[in-house]
């Protein structure tokens, strides 16, 4: 099975800058990568898909770059509404995997 | 509009049985590959069970092989996942997700909460 760590586990940061969130998994899954954002109470939203495309209205404020084994998704300037834990998922190989979560809190 | 509304969680003992719906609308529940995901209280998301878009493939987490069986009726819109034996570490909000474009997960249930205790 595939591991998908993401770091850091926690990440404050204050309204308008950037945020940087990482993902590495354990062996190369190509580009099949995506990112989901979850609020509490709420179920996950795909944010990005490919690695690097971003799903049907999700703001051009969100970016994923990586392939192989290393994967970021930045939020180039966080707003009040992006605050949320995100998670990777890797579609490559079966069974399907997540990363544990990175939790976006204010700084 | 794209909809999933998952029903059927709710207190069971350990070793009971419990059986999830996850009815669709707003598209052709036919054309697409359809998962459980599953998120116990204060955890990430954890894969439990996948199904092609007939009914004619399954995936199972190795936690849930043999217990868990997913099946699915496309004439009447609806996922399902009947889970047995169920232990307290089974405990989770359990989602449906469909699978779109690339294989990710483009739309989600609201999810249904599974409480295993006595």
């Known amino acids: 099975e595939i591991v998908m760590t993401q770091s850091p586990a926690t990440l404050s940061v204050s309204p308008g800058e950037r945020a940087t969130l990482s993902c590495r998994a354990s062996?190369?899954?190509?580009?099949?990568v995506a990112w989901y954002q979850q609020k509490p109470g709420q179920a996950p939203r795909l944010l990005i898909y490919?690695?690097?495309t971003r799903a049907t209205g999700i703001p051009a404020r969100f970016s994923g770059t990586g392939a192989g084994t290393e994967f970021t998704l930045t939020i180039s300037s966080l707003q009040s509404e992006d605050f949320a834990v995100y998670h990777c998922?890797?579609?490559?190989?079966?069974?399907?995997?997540f990363g544990q979560g990175t939790k976006v809190e204010i700084k | 509009e794209v909809q999933l509304v998952e029903s059927g969680g709710g207190l069971v003992q350990p070793g009971g049985s419990l059986r999830l719906s996850c009815a669709a609308s707003g598209f052709t529940l036919s054309s697409f590959s359809m998962h459980w995901v599953r998120q116990a209280p204060g955890k990430g998301l954890e894969y439990v069970a996948a199904?092609?878009?007939?009914?004619?493939?399954?995936y199972y987490a190795d936690s849930v092989e043999g217990r868990f069986t997913i099946s699915r009726d496309n004439s009447r819109n609806t996922l399902y996942l009947q889970m047995g034996s169920l232990r307290a570490e089974d405990m989770a909000v359990y989602y449906c997700a469909r699978v779109g474009v690339n294989s990710a997960f483009d739309y989600w249930g609201q999810g249904t909460l599974v409480t295993v205790s006595s």
């Open positions: 998922h890797q579609n490559n190989n079966w069974p399907w995997t």
């Open positions: 199904i092609s878009y007939n009914g004619g493939t399954t």
């Open positions: 062996q190369s899954v190509s580009n099949n």
């Open positions: 490919g690695a690097s």
